[in-house]
């Protein structure tokens, strides 16, 4: 069939059009103003708005952290530990929560200084294989997970993995931003840690955990509100994440070597001028009398600077210098 109209159907479709017989849309002008009213209203500055944007740093990380947890779960086990971290996910905390089994070891953390608190997620099958192989078992992943609740003595066991897992956060961020994350408190039921609204958005990430027969899941939860303030340090580029995490190793190792390292202190009694006639007749038991007053505090030279003042005296059969005041330069603050 033929998409170009001849010049009779051109004339018959005018005709239609004139007399009624062919229909026309409707003018947008006239579209019910009810159905106008029906219609969902979108607020472009609500934080439902979903977080596409890539964020290459957090998945640096990420990344950090599986290391960190390999390394803390294999000494805390004494066996081979393999951590693997899943692309994390944005989405509404309603919905996190409806993903999450019930029982499920949960501990609301705080990450100073920044705002608000996170989730670290225990799911209940990976609680029974690691405190079976804590305790020399084969972690064959057969427990049963429904229907009771956790133990006192797998509480504790919990509660000194979370510790540990907390201390690798910390670690993990360390390059991008220094943090300090300590436990709130530990639930069962995930309807009882609500850390915001159930439309508010959060970041999950999933760590699959796997031992030498069995497998589960280690799951953190940021909101959204939490790293919103640092957007700019998690957009930058892997690579440029990367380099500022040699940065701070090398920072570290150069602290390392100056805390460890030795240097020479001495203690300056005070100081006079004599003629070289006098140092030539010196005898023992001759008295020199210096410039310091006797009830005055005395320098401590660290490296030819004055760093520190005191008072010498005796301690324990041994000559000591107790320290009345540190000496700051303006570089030091």
Known sequence: MSEILSQDEVDSLLDGLDSGEV??????????????EGGISYDFTSQDKVVRA????????NERLSRELRATLS?????????SANPFDTLK?????????????????????????????????????LIDTFFGGAALGRARVEGREFTRIEEVIIKKAVLAVLKNIEASWAP???????????????????IVLPTDLVIVTRFEIELEQAAGNLVVCYPYSMIEPMRHKLSASGVQAEIEEIDY???????????????????LLGKTEITGE???????????????????PLSCFVGGLVKLTGFVGVQRGFQAFK????????CEG
Do not use: C
């Not at 890539?54 to 990380?61: A, E, G, Y």
């Not at 805390?76 to 951590?83: A, G, H, P, Y």
């Open 249 to 267: 190793n090398w920072r570290r190792i150069i602290k390392e070597v100056i805390l460890n390292s030795q240097v020479d202190l001495r203690i």
């Open 75 to 83: 000494s805390l086990l004494q066996t081979n530990v393999d951590v």
């Open 323 to 330: 320290i009345n005041d540190k000496i700051t330069t303006d």
């Open 23 to 36: 229909e026309t849309e409707t003018d947008i002008s006239q579209i019910d103003e009810e159905a106008v």
């Open 54 to 61: 890539r964020m290459p740093t957090f998945d640096v990380i």
């Open 176 to 194: 991008i931003e220094p943090v300090k994350a300590s436990l709130i408190r530990s639930e069962m039921n995930p309807q009882f840690t609500a």
């Open 93 to 129: 905390f309603s919905e996190f929560v409806r993903s999450l089994p019930v029982p499920t070891s949960l501990h609301v953390f705080r990450m100073e200084p920044l705002r608000g608190h996170g989730l670290v997620v225990f799911e209940s099958q990976l609680v029974y294989n």
């Open 278 to 296: 006098r140092l030539l007749y010196m005898q023992p038991g001759d008295v020199i009398q210096l410039d310091n007053d006797a009830s005055a």
